[in-house]
């Protein structure tokens, strides 16, 4: 299966501003790039590094003025959805990973000890493991309002549990926190999410936030915002919650003037 994918920011600034942008698919879990290109407006210099998350990040400066920064792939994805293992056991702490540990812990936006006895009341009945996890999903989706004026950036999971409403990150952030709080490591994720074989969300389209459990001794996709396996997913940035994985961080004030995501499948006729 082939998707288009990408994203345009446009800023005014009043100085140069150098810029950190994570926007570029992980070529992993299948996923691989047939196409890639910048297209900045004025042109920038760019630099590629990786972060201790293994993310892909450019560094730019933004120009003076009115500028445009524009992602654009082709990539090819799995034509199945996103894998599942309904009998996954949980994984006991003492034998946890090294490098799983660190998603256990609370961070700046899922503050888990503030939630655990929410946690424990909620969910510690339920059946532990993949069972569990898809439980605290339901619970979210069900009970979580979608709206994009019903979030601020600087939401935490406690925040989106007392108003009951947010965007996706704010959803991944509550059952990434959830799950924390009951032992289960789990780190947030975002990346493009096309709408194939589902209805056209009627919002326009926007990069998608979610989650990745440890369960099994394997790293598992769960999507609390929508809530079913998908078609099409591709991965840019994963850490502990979305202040590690910002789209792009800037080291001054320029105005974002106009963001741009898209994610389609491209059919044999396009091709």
Not at 149 to 172: I, K
Not at 188 to 216: K, S
Not at 238 to 247: E, F, K
Request: aromatic share 10%; with cysteine.
């Amino acid at each position: 299966m082939r998707v288009k994918v990408g994203c345009e920011f446009r800023y005014n600034a009043e100085v140069a501003t150098h810029a950190v942008i994570q926007v570029e698919p992980r070529l992993e879990g299948g996923v691989r790039a047939l196409d890639e290109q910048w297209k900045n407006e004025p042109q920038v210099g760019m630099s590629r590094y990786v972060d201790g998350f293994g993310n892909v990040c450019r560094r730019a400066t933004i120009c003076p003025g009115v500028s445009s920064l524009r992602y654009d792939a082709l990539l090819e994805v799995p034509d199945a959805s996103d894998p599942e293992r309904l009998n996954a056991v949980e994984v006991d702490p003492r034998d946890l990973p090294d490098e799983a540990l660190v998603f256990t812990l609370p961070s700046r936006y899922c503050p888990s000890q503030e939630l655990a006895d929410e946690a424990w009341s909620l969910f510690g009945s339920s059946p532990p493991g993949w069972r569990r996890v898809q439980t605290i999903c339901d619970w979210v989706h069900s009970e979580i309002r979608y709206g994009y004026f019903d979030s601020s950036p600087l939401a935490t999971a406690v925040d989106v549990f007392n108003s009951r409403a947010g965007v996706c990150r704010d959803f991944a952030h509550l059952a990434v926190t959830f799950c924390r709080a009951l032992n289960i490591p789990a780190r947030y994720a975002f990346g493009y999410l096309p709408d194939i074989g589902v209805p056209v969300a009627p919002e326009p389209m926007d990069f998608a936030g979610w989650m990745e459990v440890f369960l099994d001794g394997e790293w598992w996709t769960f999507d609390p915002r929508n809530d079913q396996r998908r078609l099409g997913r591709a991965l840019v940035a994963r850490g502990r919650d979305a202040l590690d994985v910002a789209m792009i961080s800037t080291y001054g004030g320029p105005e974002l003037t106009a963001m741009t995501v898209w994610a389609d499948e491209v059919t044999a006729r396009q091709d």
